[in-house]
């Protein structure tokens, strides 16, 4: 029964189920299905990290990690690991953060085309899945400077998204790939997280 509302489009009753939607189906089976026609992924997000000795250093004032490319690479030189998984922790992340992830795009569609109540359940679910992710995201990060073992006490992490632009397959030899950084913030360091040894 829960498959046949979640798959429905959006209406009263899905409305009034979506919390149990996206506690279940919208967790364990949700599906992405961009990588195909007609509307491909034309992005990549990557999350970038910057160790802080405390809240008001420069945000450039030291080098940003990449955290998301090292796990792709060596997806792409093996295919039979996990790395795309630990990735795609990352990814989905930033997705909630940016907009929210897939199990709020219906939603939003709806907003878009005037639906107050569907703009105003888009908001409140916004902030929730922004909150999560964020708590995620730091997650990652501090695990990822304790996996660095620098000598230095960090108590901060900063985090930005690069999110890459890449042309339609069709127009692929126009133009050259485009990003642009999102800064997220400084958030204090998650010492309750234990070095993970996957970012070595």
């Keep these: ?6 798959v429905m489009p959006l209406n009263p009753l899905k409305i009034n189920f979506l919390p149990l939607l996206n506690r279940t189906i919208g967790t364990y089976f949700n599906q992405n299905w961009k990588l195909f026609a007609p509307d491909p992924v034309t992005q990549n997000y990557t999350l970038l990290v910057q160790p802080r000795l405390n809240k008001k250093e420069s945000i450039d004032s030291t ?13 792409h030189k093996n295919r039979f690991t996990a790395y795309d ?3 795609r922790s990352q990814t989905n992340a930033i997705r909630r953060v940016l907009s929210g992830g897939n199990n709020l795009v219906l939603i939003f569609r ?36 304790k996996d660095l073992a620098i000598k230095n006490n960090y108590n901060f ?44």
Excluded: H
């Design 1 to 6: 029964m829960l498959t046949i509302i979640f």
């Design 63 to 75: 080098m940003w990690y990449n955290v998301s490319d090292p796990f792709w690479d060596k997806f």
């Design 85 to 87: 998984r630990l990735a």
């Design 110 to 145: 709806a907003c878009n085309k005037g639906d107050s109540i569907a703009c105003k359940i888009y908001d409140e679910s916004l902030i929730l899945a922004r909150q999560k992710a964020e708590v995620q995201l730091i997650s990652i990060a501090s695990a990822f400077v």
């Design 157 to 200: 992490i900063a985090l930005r998204v690069r999110i890459t632009s890449y042309s339609p397959w069709s127009k692929r030899n126009e133009r050259k790939p485009s990003f642009i950084d999102i800064d997220l913030g400084v958030f204090l360091l998650n010492n309750n997280v234990e070095a993970s040894g996957v970012f070595l």
